[in-house]
């Protein structure tokens, strides 16, 4: 079975190593016999059709770069929102997710141009109160689970502060900053657009959820296809690594302003 990803700006938006999930989306195809097409989206000009994309894929960028993304989505805009409405899928890791929103505002008074795709708004950091003070950034440990329960840990480097308005979390967060470190959720997600704080190689560590999102990808296409099991070699060291995590981030000491439900 043929899937096509699009991997937009893998040049720029790749700020902590995201291309490792184009790798492990890559390595998870190939353990469910899937021949997985890559491929790179540098500016609009790229785009393919999206009647034949099956996954988009957008990483984590520097606040510099977002604006030049934006501006630059905005030419394929409208055929990006059919293949949303569509069901199609888009995986978004880290503050990227600013874009698919539909207002960002940076404390200059400058925003960032947003598709509007997501009910969501963006504020860049510049908290001089508590819970959490913070003026630019804010990193540490992230814990969550999907709406339907899978198991999600990892880090976030986090610039924004995001709030939800009509569209749903991708999760329930568990430990972390989550979206803007006071409300328990984490993430966004419309039909099949899923964004979350969780940055790095998200799927290397989690290789669970791009499981889940080439079988519901393939089952879009009328097909079917079967769990990796044994082929996926990197599983087993993931669900280590996932148990690791956990009980590391038990003994932690509570922190004032950090999201930490018992669990």
């Not at 400058?110 to 997501?118: H, K, R, T, V, Y």
Request: aromatic share 10%; proline share 4%; glycine share 10%.
């Amino acid at each position: 079975m043929k899937m096509n990803l699009v991997w937009l700006y893998p040049d720029i938006l790749n700020l902590h190593g995201d291309r490792g999930n184009v790798m492990a989306f890559k390595k998870i195809a190939e353990a469910m016999d899937i021949e997985l097409n890559i491929l790179k989206v540098s500016t609009y000009k790229d785009i393919p059709d999206f009647f034949g994309v099956d996954v988009v894929y957008m990483g984590a960028g520097q606040l510099r770069d977002l604006k030049y993304v934006a501006e630059d989505m905005a030419h394929y805009s409208d055929q990006l929102k059919t293949y949303v409405e569509e069901d199609g899928f888009v995986l978004c890791t880290g503050s990227t997710g600013c874009i698919l929103g539909k207002e960002t505002k940076l404390v200059n008074g400058d925003s960032i141009p947003s598709l509007g795709i997501l009910d969501m708004t963006a504020t860049e950091l510049n908290r001089t109160k508590s819970p959490m003070l913070t003026k630019e950034v804010y990193g540490d440990d992230i814990y969550w689970k999907t709406s339907d329960g899978l198991e999600i840990a990892g880090c976030q480097i986090q610039r924004f502060d995001f709030k939800l308005k009509s569209t749903k979390p991708f999760g329930s967060l568990l430990y972390g900053y989550g979206n803007n470190c006071t409300d328990p959720v984490e993430g966004a997600r419309y039909k099949n657009v899923c964004f979350t704080n969780t940055v790095g190689p998200l799927l290397a560590s989690n290789p669970w959820l791009g499981v889940r999102i080439l079988k519901e990808a393939a089952k879009r296409k009328g097909k079917s296809v079967s769990d990796p099991g044994d082929s996926l070699s990197f599983m087993e060291y993931a669900k280590e690594g996932l148990a690791l995590k956990k009980n590391f981030i038990r003994e932690k000491n509570k922190q004032d302003g950090i999201i930490n439900n018992p669990f």
